[in-house]
C-alpha cells in the first residue's frame, strides 16, 4: 500500500518563524535568560535538529556561568527540559489560537490519499504535543485521525540522521519504495533519502535557498485550485513531472513509477 509521510514544521504550516520562534523567545523570557533569537539567528538554530538541541547550542561554559545554570550535565539536562517544556505549552497555545494558517495545498492532498488508501503519517523530530496540535489544526479533526503521528525523542538521532523515518517504516510495515516524504529542509531530505525514501520538497521560509539535490521535485508549495488559487512554482524537477497548476495526488505517484523505473 502506497504511503504518504509529511514532516511537520514547514510543511503542514509555516511555524518555525511564527510559532517556534516567539515560542522560544518568549521562554527564554519567563526563564529570566538573557537570550532573544532574532529572525537571522533562528535562521541558522533552525538547521539543529530539535527543540532541546536548539536550546543546547546556548550552553557554552561562559553561559553556564554568567546564568548560573548548573555544571553537572544530568542536572543540566533537566533544566533544559523544563525550558523545553514551557516552550512547547506556549507554542502549542499559539496554534491553537489559529494564528497560522495552513500551508497550500497539504489538506487537500492528504484527503486525496486518503481516498485513495493510501497510508499517511508524520514523522518529525519536533514534541510529540507539538505535532499533534498543528497536524489537527492543518487536517481537522476527522483526517488527522486518520494519520500516524512518529515524533520527538522515540529515535536517539534526530534528522538528518534516518532514525525517524527509518522508524515509521518499519512501525507501519512500509515498503520504502512505496512511500512518499514530504519535506521542506536540507536536514529533512537527508533523513527521508538515509532511510531509502523518496523525498518532495515544498520550500518554506528558512529553506528556499538549500541544496535539495537528491530530491524528486522542488516546489515553493504543493499549491491548491479556486477559491484559493495558490500556483506552484517549481524550482527543481529531475523527473519531468510538471505538476501544474498545482500539486496532486497523481503527480507523486507518477514521480514514486519514474523513480522505481529508474
Known sequence: MPALVFDCDGVLADTERYGHLPAFNQTF???????????????????????????????????????????????????????????????????????????????????????????????????????????????????????????GDIVPRKKPAPDIYDYAVDQLGLDPADAVVIEDSRNGLLSALGAGLGCAVTTSAYTGLEDFTGAWLVVSSLGDPPPEAVTTEVLSDPFGSRPRPFVRLADLESLRAAAGAK
Do not use: C, N
Open 29 to 151: 523570557q519567563e526563564f529570566g535568560l538573557p537570550v532573544r533569537w532574532s529572525d537571522s539567528d533562528y535562521a541558522e538554530k533552525v538547521k539543529v535538529g530539535g527543540g532541546k538541541e536548539r536550546m543546547k547550542t546556548l550552553l557554552t561554559p561562559d553561559f553556564i556561568a554568567a546564568v548560573g545554570l548548573p555544571s553537572d550535565p544530568e542536572a543540566l539536562d533537566e533544566q533544559v527540559a523544563r525550558w523545553h517544556r514551557r516552550k512547547t505549552e506556549i507554542y502549542t497555545g499559539i496554534i491553537a489560537g489559529g494564528q497560522i494558517p495552513p500551508r497550500p495545498g497539504v489538506r487537500r492532498i492528504a484527503a486525496e490519499a486518503d481516498a485513495a488508501d493510501w497510508t499517511l503519517a508524520v514523522a518529525s523530530t519536533s514534541a510529540e504535543p507539538s505535532v499533534r496540535s498543528v497536524l489537527t489544526h492543518a487536517m481537522g479533526p476527522g483526517l488527522a485521525a486518520r494519520f500516524s503521528v512518529f515524533a
